[in-house]
């Protein structure tokens, strides 16, 4: 008796999730169905300057004419290679220095100074170098996207590791597990929000890596397309590579917001 009021129960919270999630993506779809319309009026009533603002209509007419002439999907995958292969690379390797900081708190106090420093420093004062040290190519971009991303990826794991329940760790060592068996088995499964929340930020730093290599050596992608935009004062152009840029980042978040799902039990 108690299983088929537990099911019911449990069929009824499924059910109400399934309907919020229905109503939350409804608003999210009417919130930019209302703002692109807003968007159009005000500029073919003239409220806002269509040349300095742009309009939904010139942006789906750039769009059009970058696909015509063969440069916007080579634009997209230019960009999309760099910030995914960035992406990629600072994760893993930032995720396995917060291991390894983790393992032994002797490197952790010898370096933490000079990550919060490299933390701090700002990125593109190292556009020059990065240039001279790689050329001005895709080596250079990815090296951009992958130093504003692995800092932050280091600082937020090491911050989920260390968290772990003291007690936990405290009676794993009274059984007699090494710290391997603790990492594994307690490390991990309770840095698994923290890691899904390290993607979701990495997303968005991944993005401004490439985009930012780009604006200095690019010859191609969607950043370049918004450096020459700008120069030649083609603003629609301007306003279509951003457009693009929400729409992929936009696309990888939804992605690890899926993963998510799979991964971490959000409580009933």
């Known amino acids: 008796m108690k299983k088929n009021n537990y099911s019911k129960k ?66 997209i995958f230019t960009t999309l290679y760099e910030t995914i292969l960035g992406f990629l690379i600072a994760t893993s390797l930032g995720i396995l220095i917060a291991v390894i900081f983790w393992w032994s708190s002797f490197l952790r106090r010898v370096f933490e100074p000079y990550i919060v420093v490299l933390n701090s420093l700002p990125k593109i004062a190292l ?48 059984m007699g597990a090494n710290k391997w068996k603790i990492f594994t088995n307690l490390i991990i499964p309770s840095s698994l929000p923290v890691f899904v929340s390290t993607l979701k930020i990495n997303v968005g730093m991944s993005w401004i890596g490439s985009i930012m290599g780009e604006y200095l050596v690019s010859r191609q992608g969607i950043g370049y397309l918004i450096v020459y935009g700008g120069q030649v004062f083609k603003l629609d152009l301007v306003m279509t590579g951003t457009v693009i ?7 990888m978040y939804f992605l690890v917001a899926f993963l998510e799902k799979k991964l971490v039990r959000k409580p009933k």
């Open 127 to 174: 556009g020059p170098l990065i240039i001279i040290w790689f050329g001005a190519g895709t080596k250079a971009i990815v090296f951009m996207t992958v130093l504003v991303t692995i800092i932050v990826t280091i600082i937020n794991m090491l911050a989920g590791f260390i968290q772990a329940d003291e007690d936990k760790i405290l009676l794993l060592k009274s």
């Open 10 to 75: 449990h069929l009824e919270y499924l059910k109400k999730e399934k309907k919020n999630s229905l109503v939350i993506i409804s608003i999210q779809i009417l919130v930019l169905v209302f703002f692109l319309l807003l968007w159009e009026l005000l500029t073919r009533f003239n409220f806002v300057d269509s040349f300095l603002f742009s309009s939904p209509s010139r942006i789906y007419n750039t769009t059009a004419t970058l696909y015509s002439s063969g440069e916007l999907f080579t634009h």
């Open 245 to 251: 840029l929400c729409l992929l980042a936009g696309v």
